[in-house]
């Protein structure tokens, strides 16, 4: 993949203040939406190439008549993967663009226990609770005016990749980068996910809306 010219940071910070569209997630969610934006430039240099790439990719591969599946993948399905996904759904629906996207996670070798790592997302304002439905390892995850219902998944039971599938590959693992739809953008540090989805939220955006 061609790394794009990276746009200012300054432009993502003014774009996190336009909250208009974020009329569907609660208003805690939005302000801890802003508030990570601007953080945005503790971001290292290399790694915002590295996202400007994923971000380029994921817009290169829309279709305005059909979702583009984007599909986060790790070992356990437990935290990395999980995390991202839900992260990068809350970018797209900041700005209006939900409907874009079908975002999931699944792990090489799930761990088929509670997903404990997800707790840290009631800091931000969304509210979790077990199902307790046939799953009992399932959660729903309520952002605002809707819900995810989220619970360990393996790739194998998701293998149904099409050339509208985009795998990212979170952890270091065996990805088959060089495969066009397969691409890895690995994370070292769980502190930095939530950052890191919200400015690729905010580079598709960005893409977007220069694409208009």
Request: contains cysteine.
């Amino acid at each position: 993949m061609k790394t794009k010219t990276i746009i200012p940071i300054v432009v993502f910070l003014l774009c996190f203040q336009q909250v208009i569209q974020a009329q569907t997630l609660k208003n805690k969610i939005q302000k801890s939406v802003v508030e990570i934006g601007n953080t945005f430039t503790e971001i290292p240099m290399e790694r915002l190439k590295r996202l400007d790439q994923v971000a380029f990719l994921i817009f290169k591969k829309m279709d305005d008549n059909e979702k583009m599946d984007v599909l986060f993948i790790d070992s356990d399905n437990q935290e990395i993967s999980q995390l991202a996904m839900v992260w990068l759904q809350t970018g797209m629906i900041y700005y209006g663009h939900n409907t874009m996207l079908s975002l999931q996670s699944a792990g090489i070798s799930p761990k088929i226990e509670p997903i404990s790592k997800l707790a840290i997302l009631k800091e931000y304002g969304f509210s979790i609770r077990n199902t307790r439905g046939e799953n009992p390892m399932s959660y729903n995850i309520d952002y605002g005016s809707g819900n995810w219902v989220v619970y360990p998944k393996s790739l194998q039971s998701l293998q149904s990749a099409s050339d509208n599938t985009i795998e990212i590959y979170v952890e270091k693992i065996s990805s088959n980068e060089t495969e066009n739809n397969n691409v890895e953008l690995i994370f070292t540090d769980t502190n930095t996910i939530a950052r890191e989805m919200l400015y690729l939220a905010t580079r598709i955006n960005n893409l977007l809306q220069t694409k208009q």
